[in-house]
């Protein structure tokens, strides 16, 4: 059974930084491009950064320089670094796998607020 489990999620000052994680589990995790994607209400789901097999990253331009993306395939991971965290952050934020077949969590809530 495939599962992708996010956590790391919360309240966060402006300016903060939070640590996402997705741990999964039924599938060959290091044959999977893995990303972030984030839906905040009202707005469609967005692609925040990726990482490929071959661990190039690509991340959306209003998150360039704050986010980092990373993966342990030991631990079948992958990380979302978010450092200096504005309101406009405020979604959810889903892991995808994308290889053979696509997957996707069932999110975890950011909310950035004073």
């Known amino acids: 059974q495939v599962q992708l489990v996010e956590s790391g999620g919360g309240l966060v000052a402006p300016g903060g930084s939070l640590r996402l994680s997705c741990t999964t589990s039924?599938?060959?995790?290091?044959?999977?491009?893995m990303s972030w994607y984030r839906q905040a209400p009202r707005n469609e789901r967005e692609l925040v950064a990726f990482?490929?097999?071959?661990?190039?990253?690509n991340y959306a331009n209003s998150v360039k320089g704050r986010f980092t993306i990373s993966r342990d395939n030991a631990k079948s991971m992958v990380y979302l670094q978010m450092n200096s965290l504005k309101p406009e952050d405020t979604a959810e934020y889903y892991c995808?796998?994308?290889?053979?077949?696509?997957?996707w969590g069932q999110g975890t809530q950011v909310t950035v607020s004073s």
């Open positions: 995808k796998a994308q290889g053979w077949r696509t997957y």
């Open positions: 039924g599938f060959a995790f290091s044959t999977y491009t």
């Open positions: 990482i490929t097999t071959t661990y190039i990253t």
